[in-house]
């Protein structure tokens, strides 16, 4: 072996390459970084399915509350129509005629001779 390669030789394994890796920086070992990321996509997975599922629960909720709404608006659509009929003239007199209810003949007002006022104490 010559001096030139034999110096070459030295220096070669002197000298190791630079790597300006992260993992070779931080001291990361690929396996354990792999199981991690994959730990934490799986776990990312499940917490978006029970958000999905959460949110399908409450759109069937909503479901149902929008038809119990509608059922309770055609209710009060129905007895506002029945007050209003019960509040008509042909039932007033009906009940008039069932009750023996009297019209009145002639209508008296008193008359205050002074102006009053209530008062409280």
Same mark, same amino acid.
């Given at each position: 072996?010559?001096?030139?390669?034999?110096?070459?030789a030295q220096?070669?394994?002197?000298?190791?390459?630079?790597?300006?890796? $992260?993992?070779?920086? +931080?001291?990361?070992?690929k396996?354990?970084?792999?199981?991690?990321? +994959?730990?934490?996509?799986?776990?990312?997975? +499940?917490?978006?399915?029970?958000?999905?599922n959460n $949110?399908a629960?409450?759109?069937?909720?909503?479901? %149902?509350?929008?038809?119990?709404?509608?059922a309770l608006?055609?209710?009060?659509?129905?007895?506002?129509l029945?007050a209003?009929?019960?509040?008509?003239?042909?039932e007033?007199t009906?009940?008039?005629d069932?009750? %023996?209810? $009297?019209?009145?003949?002639?209508?008296?007002?008193?008359?205050a001779?002074?102006?009053? $006022?209530?008062?409280?104490?």
């Amino acid at each position: 072996m010559s001096k030139f390669t034999r110096i070459f030789a030295q220096k070669r394994e002197r000298i190791k390459p630079k790597t300006n890796s $992260v993992f070779a920086k +931080f001291k990361i070992n690929k396996l354990k970084l792999g199981i991690t990321l +994959f730990i934490l996509i799986i776990a990312s997975g +499940f917490a978006y399915l029970g958000l999905i599922n959460n $949110v399908a629960a409450r759109g069937f909720e909503i479901k %149902d509350l929008e038809k119990k709404s509608e059922a309770l608006q055609i209710e009060s659509k129905k007895l506002e129509l029945k007050a209003a009929e019960l509040q008509s003239i042909k039932e007033i007199t009906q009940a008039k005629d069932s009750l %023996d209810l $009297v019209e009145i003949s002639k209508i008296e007002y008193i008359e205050a001779t002074q102006p009053t $006022v209530a008062l409280t104490k």
